[in-house]
């Protein structure tokens, strides 16, 4: 059975779809990236499988634990600590044995040692590091992030992954945009390629193209693409 499976997601702004009809199944454990042009309707998705934003069209099954949701811009308080942040969002989810769920979120997301200091005194990465925490707090079975490293430095990019690469391991399915070709070409089990809307590949990322030259690959795909369906 699939951790998550989208039949038909449609989400329309207007007389601008958005998200057009769009499939896909994750399974438990694989790590799913969805990239494409800014405007193609990534965010969307997201937002719809996070329930944040209701869909127009299609339907959604979700596991028994739901989805834990990682905006790209990080949903952290700075006047509370990491601690008092994880208690805050689990008296929100209802999360049973509360003291219990954030001892084992914050040693899952390494900040154990900083759970009694300020979020607004952590660094970007620690503090989105915090915002993955918030979204592990019920312990759901899948979790979804928007761009999550967008605003991180090498190192704290290499930090974060290899948390997510973890959860991945431990069974959770891990759903992320991005618009960085090397975290689609490392950490994608698949890649979902979006443009227009529409879901144009759903796929394994080397299909695409090699390591050395992905991105590239990646823009000359969306040409191919395009020129198919009669649009540049």
């Known amino acids: 059975m699939s951790a998550l ?5 449609t989400r329309r702004f207007g007389e601008r779809t958005a998200v057009d ?15 494409g042009p800014n405007g193609a309707g990534k965010t969307t998705l997201l937002s719809m499988i996070a329930g944040v934003q209701e869909p127009d069209d299609g339907a959604l099954e ?26 805050l969002f689990a008296t929100f989810e209802e ?19 900083r759970a009694d200091d300020r979020a607004e005194g952590l660094s970007g990465g ?14 759901p079975p899948v979790l979804l ?4 490293t967008a605003a991180l430095d090498p190192l704290q990019r290499d930090r974060l992954w290899k948390l997510l690469n973890g959860l991945a391991a431990d069974g959770i399915a891990i759903v992320y945009s991005s618009h960085a070709a ?31 030259d992905f991105e590239e690959a990646f823009v000359d795909f969306l040409r191919a693409s395009r020129a198919a369906g009669g649009a540049e």
């Open 5 to 9: 499976l989208a039949q038909g997601l």
């Open 62 to 87: 979700t596991p028994p634990g739901g989805v834990g949701w990682v905006p790209q811009r990080a949903a952290v308080y700075g006047k509370l600590t990491v601690r008092e942040n994880l208690e």
């Open 145 to 148: 992030l928007d761009e999550p």
């Open 95 to 113: 999360v049973p044995d509360q003291a219990a769920a954030v001892d084992r979120t914050l040693e899952r997301i390494g900040l154990t040692d």
């Open 126 to 139: 620690m503090r989105q590091r915090v915002s993955i925490g918030i979204g592990l707090i019920a312990d």
């Open 182 to 212: 090397s975290e689609v070409q490392n950490h994608a089990d698949r890649v979902l390629v979006m443009d227009g809307g529409e879901l144009v590949y759903d796929g394994v990322p080397s299909e695409i193209g090699a390591a050395a």
């Open 21 to 35: 009809a769009v499939s896909f199944a994750v399974e438990a454990g694989e790590s799913v990236a969805i990239v």
